[in-house]
Each structure stands twice: as C-alpha cells, then as structure tokens.
Nanobody
Framework: VQLQASGGGLVQAGGSLRLSCAASGRSFSRYNMGWFRQTPGKEREFVAAIIWSGAGTLYADSVKGRFTISKDNAKNTVYLQMGSLKPEDTAVYYC????????????????WGQGTQVTVSS
C-alpha cells in the first residue's frame, strides 16, 4: 500500500482544513487507518484512527470534538477534517495504514505516507 497525504497549508487560528490520504494498492477497504503528527524535536503524536469498515474511530484528547476522521473505501481515501484549529496543531501530519493494527501505537502501523505540513497562525 502506498499513501499520499495532501491538503495541508497555512490557516488562521479558529479556521478549518481537510487533509486527504489517497491509497494505492489492493484491499484498501480492509486497512485500518491512522493520522499522526510531528513537530521538530518532538515525538510523533497520535491524532486519530479509524477501523477498516469505518464503524469505529479513536481520537487523541487534544483533538476530540474538533477533528473528524472518515474513510471512503470507494475512493481509497481517508480524510481528517480539522476544525477550530489552534497554533499548537501546527505539525507535519502523516497518514498510516495497517491490516491488523487499529489504535494509537504508531510503531504498529506498516505503511506511512510522506506527510503534509499544517501551520496554524495566531
């Protein structure tokens, strides 16, 4: 599975962005997906995850109520709708996929996209 993240950019605090992660390869519909983020000098941080069917989602406490993860198996794409953005949301955002893992432990995901930069100005 190859993943291509897009949709990052510069936005003012309080604004919204939608990230997309397009997947190539077979059996995307059977993959659990996750979004993670990282800032320089810090460890990668879990943001959100969605089970392969879309029936279950997980969120980090820091984004709960502001971000929504969704999955369109027909388009081989997972989305992260981000709202009420804060300067502390500034990071490179990565999507990840795995056929077994569903959760917040990044090291358990086998496939990673290249990342997309999100910058939130105050």
């Amino acid at each position: 599975v190859q993943l291509q993240a897009s949709g990052g950019g510069l936005v003012q605090a309080g604004g919204s962005l939608r990230l997309s992660c397009a997947a190539s390869g077979r059996s995307f519909s059977r993959y659990n997906m996750g979004w993670f983020r990282q800032t320089p000098g810090k460890e990668r941080e879990f943001v959100a995850a969605i089970i392969w069917s879309g029936a279950g989602t997980l969120y980090a406490d820091s984004v709960k109520g502001r971000f929504t993860i969704s999955k369109d198996n027909a388009k081989n794409t997972v989305y992260l709708q981000m709202g009420s953005l804060k300067p502390e949301d500034t990071a490179v955002y990565y999507c990840a996929a795995d056929s077994q893992t569903y959760g917040s432990r990044g090291y358990e995901y086998d496939y990673w996209g290249q990342g997309t930069q999100v910058t939130v100005s105050s």
